[in-house]
């Protein structure tokens, strides 16, 4: 884990962002979102900004571990299921906007 300049980590920052997609079922509550936002705010000034160096190195390695697939490469799992029960695409479908919007009605309706 190397020691970057603020400068170095704008630009290496930026290139990991690329890599990691945006759901846009999520819309205001991505993951990906919200850490593009952090960033934004943190080098408003681009790569002239003042950040904590130390604590956006070790940003950017976390996030270098999360974007790889590193720990689940080395960790594979035996069997591909949740605690719910319900596949990897009915909880995608259960966490959208889409999805929680309906519930919000639905409860609206009961009261």
């Known amino acids: 884990m190397a020691q970057r300049t603020a400068s170095q980590l704008y630009f290496e920052l930026i290139r990991l962002f690329k890599q990691w997609p945006i759901d846009k079922s999520k819309t205001g509550r991505d993951l990906g979102e919200k850490l593009r936002e952090q960033f934004s705010k943190a080098f408003a000034l681009g ?3 003042q950040v904590n160096v ?3 190195n070790q940003f950017y390695d976390s996030m270098k571990l999360i974007i790889s697939n ?3 490469n080395r960790y594979p799992r035996e069997r591909n299921w949740t605690a719910s029960g319900l596949s990897r695409e009915q909880l995608r479908f259960l966490l959208s ?3 929680l919007q309906a519930n919000r009605d639905f409860m609206k309706k009961l009261k």
């Open 97 to 99: 906007n889409k999805s």
């Open 54 to 56: 130390n604590e956006w």
């Open 47 to 49: 790569e002239n900004s």
């Open 70 to 72: 590193d720990i689940k």
